[in-house]
């Protein structure tokens, strides 16, 4: 069963009894990524495809308390829950990556959260596999910065109204888009459609040879991400990207990204 204390022991809160602020968000957010991995094969796609009707209580006791992970629709799904049950002013949010809108032809592909402090918003996301933002974002026109990356958000009008580019940087790389939103607060049947194409496209998909992996994970400094077999590490704004041929490091990549092991492959 969802359980709020249970929730904040797992990922490491030891501040007493937490007040819905910034410093406490800013706590939660970090060590909920560094605690719990983003990992595509944790929730929901064994027995199909799993957005909208999703049983919390097991996706907490597995994905959450025994460290499995999940994606978005789970990890930011269960963290807005945490959030409310705190006392936090939020609501859902829809975004699509370049991708997912070529894969599924829809812009609510991802899931994640706004939250609203002393009249700011805020962006929340522990279900995204990265690069992305560590901490919570403010949605403003500045460019912030975090952990070596530099954020901005760049507004633009299309025929829906305004929509917003969450644009990141390294040190030494370009400006590039990590998924591109609407302020609008969503409610979870808004996923129903594109849980019915995601049914189809993973049905459809060829046997796994390792290229349909994706799973993240989050270190005090950045992050390390594994797509397929690239292997992308972030620390302190830095980036090295490498191709995984060997099936065993590939194994051990993804062991080592699901419990958090930085050693295990290398990763520290």
């Known amino acids: 069963m969802f359980d709020v204390d249970a929730y904040l022991g797992r990922i490491g809160w030891t501040g007493g009894a937490p007040r819905p602020d910034l410093a406490t968000l ?20 064994a027995d199909g495809v799993h957005l909208v009707d999703v049983d919390e209580d097991e996706v907490f006791r597995t994905g959450i308390m025994e460290g499995l992970g999940g994606t978005c629709f789970q990890l930011n799904r269960l963290f807005f829950r945490l959030l409310s049950a705190l006392g936090y002013e939020v609501s859902l949010l829809a ?8 894969n599924f032809g829809t812009e609510i592909e991802h899931m994640f959260v ?30 912030q910065t975090q952990y070596g990356c530099q954020y901005r958000l760049v507004r633009k009008d299309d025929e829906g109204g305004e929509a917003i580019a969450l644009q990141r940087r390294g040190r030494v790389t370009r ?7 609407r302020l609008q607060a969503r409610q979870w049947h808004d996923w129903k ?9 993973h049905a459809t998909a060829a046997p796994d040879d390792g290229q349909g992996t994706l799973c993240g994970r989050t270190f005090a400094d950045g992050q390390a991400v594994l797509k397929g077999r690239r292997l992308l590490v972030v620390r ?11 099936d065993a490091e ?19």
Do not use: C
């Open 26 to 45: 800013r706590t939660l957010h970090k060590q909920h990524l560094m605690t719990v991995p983003y990992n595509v094969a944790g929730q929901g796609f």
């Open 175 to 181: 400006w590039g888009t990590v998924y591109t939103f």
């Open 236 to 246: 302190d704004g830095r980036e090295r990207v490498r191709t995984v041929v060997d």
């Open 95 to 102: 975004a699509s990556t370049a991708e997912g809108r070529e």
């Open 193 to 201: 459609e594109l849980e019915d194409r995601a049914r189809a496209h």
């Open 114 to 143: 706004r939250a609203v402090l002393d009249g700011e918003e805020w962006l929340v996301d522990v279900g995204y596999p990265g690069p992305s933002y560590l901490e919570p974002l403010r949605v403003s026109d500045e460019v």
């Open 250 to 268: 590939h194994q051990r990549l993804v062991t080592a990204l699901l419990t958090g092991d930085p050693d295990l492959a290398g990763l520290a």
